[in-house]
């Protein structure tokens, strides 16, 4: 059971240059979601999703943006990527329901953008 | 504005003492508490949580501890061990109104042997 997957594990981009990072679950987790860790910074939330087809705004969404084409999988995009967007990120996931707050991790993204 | 602040970027205990690890928080509206531990190139773990219908959860050596009136928890380690070196981030969400975590910017816990 693979838990949280996050591809790719390093990538460096040119300022302005594009890409995606995946993200896929094994777990039917209805939520989803896509924080950035910077040093200093703690971890924040750029997007996150409640179900399928569904995405919505977090603390630092700006540059951003995100699909959840499929239950299990969860997209964040840079169109134009900027210096200010190297950082870590981290794809999460939890289960539905009021009660159950724990999320699960992937093992992180690292992104330099020179 | 932060709604969770941990204050303290780091902490320096010996093997076998006390780690106390504080996080405020400011909305009112969280009602769940959780500590996340994370280990250099690996993601965050769940460490423990807390519903904001008690003011303490136990388990193992971990302890968490809430004070709704003073909005601030804290998380205790007894006894610490080097292994449990880490970043340790509160986080806190107002389930009720499906909001996602928030997380603090965390505490860095080195514990000498």
């Known amino acids: 059971n693979a838990g949280v997957t996050q591809t790719p594990k390093f990538r460096v981009l040119k300022t302005g240059q594009s890409m995606t990072l995946l993200c896929a679950q094994d777990m039917n987790h209805e939520y989803m979601y896509w924080y950035r860790q910077d040093p200093g910074m703690g971890l924040r939330l750029i997007h996150y999703s409640v179900g399928e087809g569904t995405t919505a705004k977090g603390e630092v969404p700006d540059g951003y943006n995100v699909s959840r084409l499929k239950k299990q999988n969860f997209l964040l995009g840079l169109e134009s990527a900027a210096p200010s967007q190297t950082s870590v990120y981290f794809c999460?996931?939890?289960?539905?329901?009021?009660?159950?707050?724990?999320?699960?991790f992937g093992e992180g993204s690292r992104l330099t953008v020179l | 504005d932060q709604q969770v602040k941990q204050n303290s970027p780091s902490l320096s205990v010996q093997e076998g003492r006390i780690s106390i690890l504080n996080c405020d928080y400011t909305?009112?509206?969280?009602?769940?508490f959780l500590w996340y531990k994370k280990y250099p190139a690996e993601g965050p773990t769940f460490l423990i949580s807390i519903s904001s219908i008690k003011d303490k959860n136990e388990d193992g050596r971990f302890t968490v501890f809430l004070n709704k009136s003073a909005k601030h928890l804290s998380l205790h380690i007894v006894p610490s061990q080097p292994g449990d070196s880490a970043v340790y981030f509160c986080a806190a969400s107002a389930r009720q109104a499906g909001t996602a975590l928030i997380f603090g910017k965390g505490t860095t816990l080195s514990v000498s042997s």
């Open positions: 999460a996931s939890r289960g539905g329901g009021a009660n159950t707050g724990e999320l699960f």
């Open positions: 909305n009112s509206m969280f009602d769940y």
